[in-house]
């Protein structure tokens, strides 16, 4: 995908490592649910309904990969020492690489499911599907277009952090024959 001239960080193809982290949908979650706000793992845990092990190593491929980092230790509720974690912002400028395993190209579509979950139905703001006959120029136009969307929301974000946050995804696929 072309660079965007808008975007404060450049697109670029995910490393290996980079890759492998965000070809689950649980890291996908760990990382959705650290954006919003610095969590423990036991946070997390009890957030996703996880075991605790479970999600420490999921955790620990996403600090691995460098798309999620300490925070500062803080003093929690019981006065006991707590480690959170963040994400950081970069996961979503990156790219899958070529000829990406299925189940990677999948993981981001059952993250947003489990998300949803979650949320329940009252949280869809908006649902669109539809199916429509482009021309390889045409398809690449549309993507251009809803990148460039999307980059402008998420590249000023920060200024925003008072509002609700929304999740979203867009998937363009070409249909079965």
Request: with cysteine.
């Amino acid at each position: 995908m072309d660079d965007h001239a808008s975007s404060p960080v450049a697109r670029r193809e995910a490393t290996v490592s980079e890759a492998k982290a965000l070809a689950h949908p649980l890291r996908l979650r760990i990382l959705r649910l650290c954006w919003q706000g610095e969590l423990t793992n036991k946070q997390l845990a009890d957030r996703l309904g996880r075991d605790p092990g479970t999600v420490l190593y999921h955790v620990r491929q996403l600090l691995d990969a460098g798309l999620l980092e300490p925070a500062p230790v803080r003093t929690g509720e019981s006065g006991a020492l707590e480690k959170p974690y963040r994400a950081k912002a970069r996961s979503w400028w990156l790219d899958d690489p070529p000829n990406s395993e299925a189940d990677a190209a999948l993981a981001p579509i059952e993250a947003v499911q489990d998300e949803l979950r979650a949320a329940g139905p009252g949280s869809v703001r908006v649902f669109l599907r539809f199916a429509v006959h482009l021309s390889a120029e045409d398809a690449a136009e549309l993507e251009r277009g809803i990148l460039e969307l999307v980059d402008r929301y998420v590249s000023t974000d920060a200024e925003r952090p008072a509002e609700p946050a929304y999740g979203g995804m867009v998937v363009l696929h070409r249909l079965a024959e």
